[in-house]
């Protein structure tokens, strides 16, 4: 304690030195940047979602559903950790290799466009949705011209240096919306949405290269600069294509048990749900993996910053996480009409498993700063193994609230996995994580019984 209470700036001119030294701190000014940038992104996001769920039907939010899982699992087949392995790679300032990235990063876009172009009618076929064929193979053209925005950014992400990026991001996402609330305001069509993303796609392509500089936007293959890219890559490539089905294999497996309108009504509880975890994959891809690194680099794998830091973020998505959970049911009943009311359930149960998905999200990028991505794969497989299993039991239960209310449950009881592997590298957080996830299931429920919430009538028919 006394060691502590000495550390603390005593005087006006040690605190004015302290608030100085922090200002000009990387990890501080991109965390800022993170929490601004991803803070925009989800208010931007929410404020479209109510404009459009009023302007289309709910079976368009149920097509785009599908569509959207099918363009992120092709995206997560083709992951080769590009961008972990720049992060990781001592040579970002050697034009041969960043050029080979960028090679790679076009590459793997048309990848990602061929393979949706083949599955594209099969796919309608299956779901009887003869107009998912053309949305799917124009949406995937705008993911191939984004393998052309200038692999800069890369190198800018491992200096923390997220400004440009962030305000760029920010950017385009206002000017996509604006196109799409347009086109949907005059075609009243899933086209609008179309239209929207292939626009946002090109004005990201040129403001990279209009706001970054070191562009190496030149084709070369550097044999040894690939081998390093995916060499560290390999494992991330067969997990992120594992933990695709625990992703957005929800959207393809309840599209065989929902109708288009339904499936559309638990996207939009999802996109709620979804906050704090797209708020923690964005702070630990951005900011916590490059800075555990450091820590772990210069401190001789001394772990204390890297728990002090997790704890709090810990506590801060659990609050939030809690919340929406809570008030769920109001949450929809307020900002959406008559046809999304059962999404206030779905909601409810949907944030209390995000809070298992959050705590794995902090914990992940100390993983991969140690270098140990083939752990981070041995994890999705068992994952997806839990999720499977959970899925099918609820299915077989209670048809699709089953399977609604198994995805929550799995969230959470996939992270002692990735805890006990975080053990072997010496960092320990049972007490701490599970702490957090008992507190936030006993509030809950407390909460929901006062209030009589509709997800207990949901849970009881369950049981």
């Not at 979602?49 to 368009?60: A, G, Q, S, V």
């Not at 041969?96 to 090679?103: E, K, L, N, P």
Request: hydrophobic residues 55%.
């Amino acid at each position: 304690m006394k060691s502590i209470l000495s550390s603390l700036p005593r005087s006006p001119a040690q605190v004015a030195e302290r608030v100085r030294s922090l200002k000009s701190s990387p990890a501080v000014q991109a965390t800022f940047w993170v929490i601004l940038g991803s803070g925009g992104y989800q208010v931007i996001r929410l404020f479209g979602n109510l404009i459009l769920t009023r302007l289309l039907f709910p079976e368009i939010f149920g097509i785009m559903a599908i569509v959207t899982a099918v363009l992120v699992g092709l995206g997560q087949l083709s992951d080769v950790g590009l961008r972990e392995g720049v992060v990781n790679s001592d040579r970002i300032n050697d034009p041969q290799f960043m050029r080979t990235a960028w090679t790679l990063q076009i590459c793997r876009t048309a990848v990602i466009a061929i393979l949706a172009a083949i599955i594209a009618f099969p796919l309608a076929n299956f779901y009887d949705e003869a107009v998912l064929a053309p949305v799917l193979m124009v949406i995937a053209c705008g993911t191939f011209i984004t393998g052309f925005k200038s692999i800069a950014v890369l190198a800018y992400d491992k200096r923390l240096d997220l400004k440009a990026q962030m305000l760029v991001d920010l950017g385009v996402q206002v000017a996509g919306l604006v196109v799409v609330i347009v086109c949907a305001w005059w075609w009243k069509s899933i086209w609008a949405l179309v239209v929207g993303h292939v626009f946002a796609s090109v004005l990201d392509v040129i403001l990279s290269y209009v706001l970054f500089k070191g562009h190496h936007s030149k084709f070369a293959w550097d044999k040894k600069a690939v081998k390093t890219l995916t060499s560290f890559g390999k494992w991330i490539l067969i997990s992120s294509t594992i933990s695709y089905i625990t992703v957005q294999g929800d959207r393809l497996i309840l599209g065989s048990f929902l109708t288009m309108g339904e499936l559309g009504i638990y996207s939009v509880a999802a996109t709620w749900a979804a906050i704090v975890a797209l708020l923690s994959v964005n702070f630990s891809t951005r900011i916590l993996h490059p800075y555990f690194k450091q820590v772990i680099d210069d401190t001789n794998s001394d772990h204390s910053k890297i728990k002090r830091v997790r704890n709090m973020l810990n506590a801060a998505y659990m609050v939030v996480c809690v919340v929406v959970a809570l008030i769920g049911d109001k949450i929809i009943q307020g900002f959406y009409d008559d046809r999304y009311l059962d999404g206030g359930w779905m909601l409810q149960i949907l944030a209390l498993g995000q809070v298992g998905r959050a705590l794995t999200g902090t914990l992940m990028p100390f993983m991969l700063a140690c270098g140990d991505s083939f752990s981070q794969m041995k994890f999705s497989a068992v994952s997806a193994v839990i999720l499977i299993a959970s899925i099918l039991l609820g299915g077989w239960m209670a048809g699709a609230p089953g399977v609604i209310v198994a995805l929550a449950f799995a969230s959470i009881a996939s992270h002692p996995v990735m805890v006990a592997y975080a053990s072997k590298h010496g960092y320990h957080c049972t007490i701490a994580d599970f702490s957090l996830i008992t507190f936030a299931a006993i509030i809950c429920f407390v909460g929901w019984w006062l209030t009589d919430a509709p997800i207990l009538g949901v849970l009881a028919e369950l049981i």
